[in-house]
């Protein structure tokens, strides 16, 4: 690291999600090697307290040891995250632009409205119990503007009951996802949706 860089991560935990921050203004560690990194912590199962990988810094040493991150195979796409939850959200949002997406986040209904009217985006995921406009009347109208027909629609909820993911598909969702997602259920929603 740079003379004068920091490092520094913290994970803050609420009721169902972790907001994990990595702040990283050094030049020492390639930022493809770091999020590698981070992946690999991320998969460990969170009754692990500790997790120590032998992560090497020299770049061809990497590139030999490690699988190469599968993350940037889908082409770039714009995408919205709308979720009541500010943290849930914010990690989502930063998650899928570190995957190289143009990501936008609104916390309700009415900003989810406004958002997808003005950017057009090519995969919503979609908080379904926000106050307000509620996540099935949000999908109800955007299913209706003619400039989204190419969207796709995914609830985002913390419900697998079968009469919820009956009424997300009536509404005109693609797909039911439940609460919390981890990381390669994200990656596998954006890998299906984003072609």
């Known amino acids: ?13 609420d009721e169902h999600d972790a907001l994990v921050t990595v702040v990283d203004d050094g030049a020492g560690i390639p930022n493809d090697l770091l999020q590698r990194a981070l992946e690999l912590a991320l998969s460990r199962r969170f009754s692990e307290r500790a997790y120590t990988a032998r992560i090497p810094l020299h770049e061809q040493a990497a590139r030999s040891s ?3 991150p599968t993350y940037r195979v889908s082409p770039r796409r714009r995408i919205l995250v709308v979720d009541d939850n500010v943290d849930a959200a914010e990690s989502m949002g930063l998650l899928l ?9 609104a916390h309700d ?20 119990g926000m106050p307000g406009i509620d996540g099935y009347n949000v999908v109800e109208r955007l299913r209706k503007d003619g400039r989204l027909a190419g969207a796709r629609f995914i609830a985002i909820t913390g419900s697998g009951e079968a ?3 009956q009424r997300s598909r009536e509404a005109g969702f693609d797909e039911h ?13 954006v890998r299906r949706y984003c072609l």
């Open 177 to 189: 996802v439940v609460k919390p997602i981890d990381f390669e259920t994200l990656l596998d929603v």
């Open 97 to 105: 632009k570190q995957m190289g997406h143009e990501v936008q986040v």
């Open 1 to 13: 690291m740079n003379e004068g860089g920091h490092f520094a991560i913290s994970i803050r935990a």
């Open 66 to 68: 490690m699988p190469p």
């Open 163 to 165: 009469e919820v993911r």
């Open 109 to 128: 209904g009415h900003a989810a409205l406004e958002a997808a009217r003005f950017n057009r985006p090519q995969l919503v995921l979609l908080d379904l």
